[in-house]
C-alpha cells in the first residue's frame, strides 16, 4: 500500500480495490486498526486497506489527526467532547488509552 500526499491539495491518495481513490483529510473521521488492516472512516466510506496503522499515522499527523488509543486515530476536527477516558466523535465514542492520554490533552486547546 503507497500513499501519496500533494502538498499543494492536500488530499490523500489510497489505492483500493483496483482503483487510486483521493481522499480529502477533511472527509476522514477516524482510522481503526484490525491486526495488518485498517479501516479507514469516511463521512460517505468506509475502506479496508492493508496497511498497517503505524503508515497511517505518519501520513495523516499532519492534518491535523491524532492517535488516542493502540488502535484508533482520530480526526481533531471532529470531536463532540470528551469525557472520562473516552473521546466522542458525534455518536462514536472512542476509548483513549492510557500511554497516549496525557499527550492527547496536551494537542487540545482547553481553556478553564
Do not use: C, W
Request: charged content about 20%; aromatic content about 10%; proline content about 4%.
Amino acid at each position: 500500500m503507497r500513499f501519496l500526499v500533494l502538498s499543494m491539495r492536500k488530499d490523500i491518495f489510497i489505492s483500493y480495490q483496483h482503483k487510486i481513490i483521493r481522499i480529502n483529510p477533511a472527509d476522514i473521521i477516524l482510522v481503526e486498526a484490525t491486526g495488518e488492516y485498517s479501516q479507514l472512516k469516511t463521512t460517505t466510506k468506509n475502506y479496508l486497506l492493508h496497511t498497517p496503522i503505524i503508515k497511517l499515522e505518519a501520513v495523516l499527523l499532519p492534518h491535523g489527526f491524532f492517535r488516542v488509543h493502540r488502535k484508533f486515530i482520530i480526526s481533531l476536527s471532529r470531536i463532540t467532547h470528551v469525557e472520562r477516558k473516552r473521546v466522542i466523535l458525534g455518536d462514536l465514542q472512542i476509548p483513549i488509552g492510557y500511554s497516549f492520554y496525557k499527550n492527547f490533552l496536551n494537542q487540545l486547546d482547553i481553556l478553564q
